[in-house]
């Protein structure tokens, strides 16, 4: 390609470039857009709107002839009008400043006056298509240049087309829009062999069906006149008004009942800025097969040049984001399938990866906002993906309560980490705690592994350190304090209720390890008292046997005498039954001595507790077995003091 245009101008430039009669061009009127466009607005497209084209025919009659009085004529006749324009700040051809053919008009001699062949209902010509601009300057400029060439400087194109076939031969990697311009000056060069109207036609464009945010930037309004005309005037109030109404499109009609401008030929040239437009992504599309697609994309855009430095690396950037959020699918898909077949151990471990790669997420987002603060390509064009992206992924987390508890577990622990004011006080760290503790996570060893896990093993020992220190430590020293008492349990069941209603795990191992030792004092404490009790049961018992064994004694005469003295033989049964329960009450004291005469166990509390209450048993067996007597027959028990 690049021998074949270095070819073309060779065999151009030997062909003599002789005379041509230039048309001046005014600049009639200028207008920038008061929008503030940024970096990422790095696309330009320019129209070319040509009116009034049959006053060109005026233009060149007063070139021969003079506007206000006759002057010598052409040495030649005129024989075509060539407009160009030449483009600033065009990335796609190197930044050389190419000049592009737009229209070249047949001209006519009728007697002693020219006519040019041009229509006054040419439609707008678009030369360029969100073509990416080589800086973020605001002076986006075209040069307009109109020649009259005569029958005798026919070579003028043939020089112009040379120069720019050698601009563009110097293009390492040519692209269709470098071929396409080539075929225009092809064009440009067959209509004029051929005496035929030629006009721009093929319209550079890189990017197609893509729907990108274009509005107007710029407008100038030049107007072709002959060089003895040196200012133009055009009204420029209700053309202001209309542009700054109609940023989005331009009308041919409205533009030109705008302008009102009747004298010369005028070209309007617009142009407007493209912002760039990345390719958007729902959750569901993310795969890593993907992510590699768009890295390789992006690469070759960067590569043709059709994004700028910070487009690329923004690209770039995102790039790591999405990977990331693909992580995360790739954890919940794993997830999801196993969960229900899993140990519970496993859960934990599948779910706490799927918290990671969250996490990352949000810390990743949380460093693109710090860098990227003042960024006008990542807060316009990057910033709504990236929370895109954020917003499917809070969506995944809420399938099932376990993953609900995940995300609440993340949004914790950074609300944590970056504002300590959000434990400043016991009820926060309460509410913090009791989220940080909502999902079931593996160990804290193997948790310690990984960066994500050990901040979560940090956080939750810092936050339950100082719960310990404000809520529990005082209370615990004081139980430490107090003596075991039936007086003091209290202030143990207080402390134990507060602890049991803390999400603070290490406090209720302290608390434990207080009520614990509490509680050894307090069964010392019991044992102590049992065993007085004890004590003093025993020596009753002791001299409730001695009681009895003198009213047995007694009871037993009595039985005896009576029974001797009674001569009535049906009263045998009778005293045969009582003599029954004198025996058991005989049998109840035998018991009771026995067991008073026991050395009991009194180094335990129970075996203390379970021989003072068999003893007990025991005295109110005898008892009641005495008390069956005397209700028998009251007379048996009297007995002398």
Not at 58 to 70: D, H, Y
Not at 168 to 190: D, M, R
Not at 234 to 241: C, E, G, H, P, V
Not at 280 to 291: F, K, P, R
Request: net charge neutral.
């Amino acid at each position: 390609m690049r021998n074949f245009i270095l070819f073309l101008f060779f065999l151009l430039i030997s062909q003599q470039v002789l005379a041509q009669k230039n048309i001046e061009t005014r600049l009639g009127y200028s207008y920038t857009d008061q929008f503030e466009f940024s970096d990422e607005w790095q696309y330009l497209s320019t129209d070319i709107y040509l009116f009034n084209g049959s006053k060109f025919t005026r233009v060149l009659n007063e070139l021969e002839s003079g506007v206000k009085r006759p002057k010598k004529r052409y040495r030649n006749k005129l024989e075509y009008l060539l407009i160009t324009a030449q483009l600033k700040n065009m990335k796609l051809f190197g930044n050389d400043e190419i000049v592009y053919p737009l229209y070249n008009f047949y001209v006519d001699q009728e007697k002693d006056n020219y006519k040019t062949q041009v229509s006054d209902n040419l439609e707008v010509v678009r030369i360029i298509d969100k073509m990416p601009l080589s800086s973020t300057q605001n002076n986006i400029d075209a040069t307009i240049n109109a020649k009259a060439i005569t029958n005798d400087g026919g070579d003028e194109v043939f020089g112009m087309v040379a120069k720019q076939l050698v601009n563009l031969s110097k293009l390492t990697t040519p692209t269709g829009a470098v071929l396409s311009l080539v075929g225009e000056f092809g064009s440009l060069l067959s209509s004029r062999t051929s005496k035929r109207e030629y006009r721009f036609s093929s319209t550079i464009r890189l990017y197609e069906g893509q729907d990108f945010d274009t509005r107007l930037h710029s407008v100038k309004v030049y107007v072709f006149v002959p060089g003895e005309v040196k200012t133009v005037t055009i009204k420029s109030a209700r053309l202001a008004d209309y542009l700054a109404k109609n940023p989005n499109k331009l009308e041919r009609r409205m533009l030109e009942e705008m302008t009102n401008y009747k004298d010369y030929p005028y070209m309007v040239i617009a142009n407007y800025k493209s912002l760039y437009k990345m390719d958007v992504l729902t959750g569901d599309e993310v795969t890593l097969d993907l992510i590699e697609k768009r890295k390789q994309k992006i690469q070759n855009a960067y590569e043709q040049q059709l994004v700028n430095d910070e487009t690329f690396r923004q690209e770039k950037l995102f790039v790591e984001f999405l990977r990331v959020f693909a992580e995360m699918k790739q954890q919940l898909n794993i997830y999801r399938l196993n969960y229900r077949n899993n140990s519970p151990e496993i859960n934990a471990r599948n779910l706490f990866a799927i918290i990671q790669e969250y996490k990352r997420l949000k810390a990743t987002m949380d460093a693109r906002e710090a860098e990227f603060k003042t960024n006008s390509t990542y807060k316009n064009i990057f910033k709504t993906e990236y929370q895109s992206i954020l917003t499917n992924a809070d969506l995944y987390l809420e399938a099932d309560h376990n993953l609900k508890s995940g995300k609440l577990l993340v949004n914790t622990l950074r609300e944590l980490e970056n504002d300590p004011s959000n434990y400043n006080t016991p009820e926060k760290r309460e509410k913090a705690l009791a989220k940080l503790y909502a999902v079931e996570l593996p160990r804290p060893d193997l948790l310690s592994a990984s960066v994500e896990g050990e901040a979560i093993v940090r956080l939750k020992a810092k936050l339950e350190e100082l719960q310990y220190a404000s809520v529990f430590e005082k209370d615990v020293k004081k139980l430490d304090d107090t003596p075991a008492s039936d007086e003091t349990i209290v202030v143990r069941n207080a402390l134990q209720d507060k602890v049991n209603a803390s999400n603070c795990l290490s406090c209720r191992d302290k608390v434990r390890d207080a009520v614990t030792a509490y509680n050894k004092r307090y069964e010392s404490y019991k044992l102590r008292e049992a065993v007085h009790d004890m004590t003093k049961l025993r020596n009753e018992a002791e001299q409730q046997v001695f009681t009895y064994l003198r009213k047995q004694l007694c009871f037993e005469n009595n039985l005896q005498a009576t029974a001797v003295a009674t001569t009535d033989k049906g009263m045998d049964s009778y005293y045969a039954r009582i003599k029954e329960k004198s025996d058991a009450f005989s049998v109840s004291i035998k018991n009771l001595d026995t067991l008073a005469k026991q050395q009991p166990e009194i180094s335990q509390l129970q075996k203390v507790q379970d021989y003072t209450k068999q003893l007990q048993r025991l005295l109110q067996e005898a008892k009641q077995n005495y008390t069956t007597l005397c209700s028998i027959d009251s007379k048996l028990c009297e007995c002398p003091a």
